[in-house]
């Protein structure tokens, strides 16, 4: 039988695994909002994010004199402990969960308050010794840690987007080069137009994805604005006096990025448009690569039924019936990823514009569609870049034959 420990919160006891490093609020969340296949530990970014916060929180009670020196540093080794991944199976909150992020950020102090206690020797509940609300969350309010944490998540999972863009956009580059001779008829809705380069089609895209990673990584960076030191409501009220400023300073040093407070600690507070602005580019830069994929597809159709000016590399048999039909389907996929991030960048908006008075409570559903948005566009653009777009090669004969034949010819003449 399964040793267990009771805890006690302010609805009452519940039956604990002695061993778990979870306590009795995490397991509630657990109870009440188990909807979802993510967990806390399936957001590895977030997860790291608010234990990195939690540690340079605890430092800074250290510094100015608030913590003792034997628990800060408890809270930071275990801290340490869960960035390393070293305690997933702890983290067993739904992380679309209904509390605006209490239970996210009770599951971290928890989980950090009873591994410290291991680490100084105690048993796990003992909290009397390192306490998750008292010691852990020390200057802190789930209001003013979880938006912190989800901003620095995305800014975290964002660079590799960025590289993944950037690197899109190397790839069109090259096949623009290697086209730039090939002569073809421009279209405009659906009809020929005027003459062109293939090259300068690609050029076209190469420029649009490029601009696309530098828009991407501004608002990357503005996720370094962070509301921490405001706890509840903006007040800073339940935080020792200089702890603002020092947890700033910890922090900047464990990430080595220039972390800061907003400009009005209310708004950075109340409002959520920073993460809505970033989801906007994160989503207009799927519509880009996406309509960039549609155009390949019609390119790219059948040369005895549609345009065949280019070849797709052939990935996989496309028909269960029809024998040799290779279909567009690494195309097909980036556009299929562009409709998955629309939805998502509709919740976001949906979520900042619903924030009630000092704060907004649904950054648990913000930062989970923003992170699959970008885990979704990170891994197909990569996969888009090296599989087809590497490989595309132009029909030379075919896209001379579709120029020569074509009536806009008369438009130069």
């Known amino acids: 039988m399964q040793a267990m420990r009771t805890e006690q919160d302010s609805l009452g006891a519940l039956e604990i695994p002695a061993d778990a490093l979870y306590g009795v609020q995490s397991l509630r969340a657990q109870q009440n909002f188990d909807i979802s296949p993510q967990k806390l530990a399936d957001a590895p970014a977030l997860l790291r994010a608010l234990a990195r916060i939690k540690k340079a929180a605890a430092l800074a009670n250290h510094d100015i004199g608030a913590l003792p020196e034997d628990l800060a540093q408890a809270i930071a080794g275990a801290a340490d402990e869960v960035a390393e991944g070293r305690h997933d199976a702890a983290f067993i909150v739904d992380l679309m969960e209904g509390s605006g992020g209490t239970s996210i950020n009770m599951n971290m102090n928890e989980v950090l308050a009873n591994r410290g206690l291991e680490l100084l020797g105690e048993r796990a509940g003992s909290y009397h010794r390192l306490h998750p609300n008292d010691h852990v969350n020390m200057g802190q309010s789930t209001n003013d840690v979880v938006p912190a944490a989800v901003k620095l998540a995305l800014f975290e999972a964002g660079a590799p987007l960025v590289a993944a863009l950037t690197h899109l956009a190397e790839r069109l580059s090259e096949r623009a080069r290697a086209f730039d001779d090939v002569l073809r008829i421009g279209r405009t809705c659906m009809q020929g137009a005027q003459p062109m380069r293939l090259g300068q089609a690609f050029g076209g895209y190469a420029a649009a994805v490029g601009r696309l990673a530098v828009t991407v990584e501004a608002r990357r960076q ?116 562009a409709y998955a991030v629309i939805g998502n960048d509709n919740t976001v908006s949906l979520a900042a514009l619903s924030g009630q008075l000092e704060i907004n409570h649904f950054e648990p559903v913000i930062a989970s569609r923003m992170l699959d948005s970008i885990g979704l566009l990170t891994r197909s653009m990569r996969i888009f870049a090296d599989r087809c777009i590497a490989g595309i090669e132009a029909d030379r004969d075919r896209s001379l034959q579709n120029l020569m034949q074509s009536s806009a010819l008369a438009t130069v003449f």
């Open 222 to 337: 503005d996720m370094l604005v962070l509301p921490l030191g405001g706890t509840a409501i903006g007040t800073g009220l339940g935080a020792a006096p200089g702890y603002r400023e020092a947890v700033y300073v910890r922090l900047a040093s464990l990430l080595n990025v220039d972390v800061r407070p907003g400009g009005d600690i209310f708004d950075a507070m109340q409002n959520a448009d920073g993460f809505a602005r970033l989801s906007a580019e994160i989503r207009i830069a799927a519509e880009v690569v996406g309509k960039i994929a549609g155009d390949l597809v019609l390119l790219g159709s059948d040369p005895n039924s549609g345009l065949g000016e280019l070849r797709l590399p052939a990935v996989q048999p496309g028909s269960s019936i029809m024998p040799g039909k290779v279909n567009p389907v690494l195309p097909m996929m980036m556009q299929q990823v």
